[in-house]
């Protein structure tokens, strides 16, 4: 069974940095490519970032580039995503999700490990 785990929300204000963790654990999931969404009340799970499993490779949504990074540590299973120039909209509960495969890595549905979540409140 694989687990993924975020860390690092909290209440910023317009401007400022963050950086999430999304720590995996389990027999494979070193192999598993993450994926970074976010979601608002009643709205989809928008994708934000993904990396393959061995962080050569990374996606991010086209709104977010230039702003949002997403970086692996392979040595500690841990993938992270840097948050700059963060605003208002950018509120919204983070979850991180893993799979084994590495295709539409955008697409919600295609996961099958999820996160809890963990909250990013941008103040203005």
């Known amino acids: 069974q694989v687990q993924v785990v975020e860390s690092g929300g909290g209440l910023v204000q317009a401007g400022d940095s963050l950086r999430l963790s999304c720590a995996a654990s389990?027999?494979?999931?070193?192999?598993?490519?993450i994926g970074w969404f976010r979601q608002t009340p009643g709205a989809d799970r928008d994708f934000v970032a993904g990396i393959s499993w061995n962080g050569e490779i990374t996606y991010s949504a086209d709104l977010l580039k230039g702003r949002f990074t997403v970086a692996r540590d392979s040595a500690k299973n841990t993938v992270y995503l840097q948050m700059n120039s963060l605003k208002p909209e950018d509120t919204a509960v983070y979850y991180c999700?893993?799979?084994?495969?590495?295709?539409?890595?955008?697409?919600?549905?295609?996961?099958?490990?999820w996160g809890q979540g963990t909250q990013v409140t941008v103040s203005s």
């Open positions: 389990g027999r494979t999931s070193r192999t598993f490519t």
């Open positions: 999700a893993a799979k084994s495969l590495s295709t539409r890595v955008g697409v919600p549905s295609t996961y099958h490990y």
